[in-house]
């Protein structure tokens, strides 16, 4: 019983996102994320991102991109609200022009919105549609969809 | 009779607590809001009251035309 309560304990903490290597990390994290599972790819999405941050190389600065911009998906996903507004602000910021920016200014109009958040939302969905680069229509039809709501209620 | 009472005071309580208590359930909404979540109540704009059921803070307001699952 005591061997086999270790030997649990060992998988559970071997699976930990610091205690995996990147490959392994990357791995785990596209897993999730190909079953839209958003939430549970945060803990090794946010490692990644750590392992990453420090280099200048292009290709981990281009792989930043997604590791940012997925997490806010996933705080999204688990209505962590207030963290998924700032994690998609700070994406937003670094990534302005990201073909995952008119989705991610969505989704953070999301996160204000179900917070009850009504100007905080309808300021985001606007500056949304305001967007001349914007090349996501079902973004829009989305952002259009919400603004219609919040002036109904 | 003083035990009499006393039992359905007792069964009265705990009846009254599993009543009260919301029980979590899988809930979907809006685009990607997908969580384990306990139903807290519904406000004046009759939006429910989510509330994270796995201990983290999540929570969320959502009018009920957004609900895709319950």
Redesign the interface.
Known sequence: MLLLTGLLANAVFAQSPGNLGTTRLQEVASQYLERSA??AAVPYLSELERRLRESDESAPVRARETILFYPG?GQ??????PLAASTLARFLSLYPDSVHAPTAR??RG?AF????RAADAVATYEELLADEKLNTQSAAD?ARERLE?LSI? | MKACLFAVGFMGVCSLGVAQSSEPLQVR???????L?AVMGI?A?D?LR?A?S?G????????M?DLKDL
């Open positions: 958003f939430a998906v999204l996903q688990s209505a962590e609200l969505l989704y999301d919105y179900y917070q009850g989305m709501a209620s | 909404w809006g685009t990607e809001g997908r969580a979540m406000d704009q939006r989510l994270a796995d983290s803070s999540g929570k969320a307001l959502v009018p035309s």
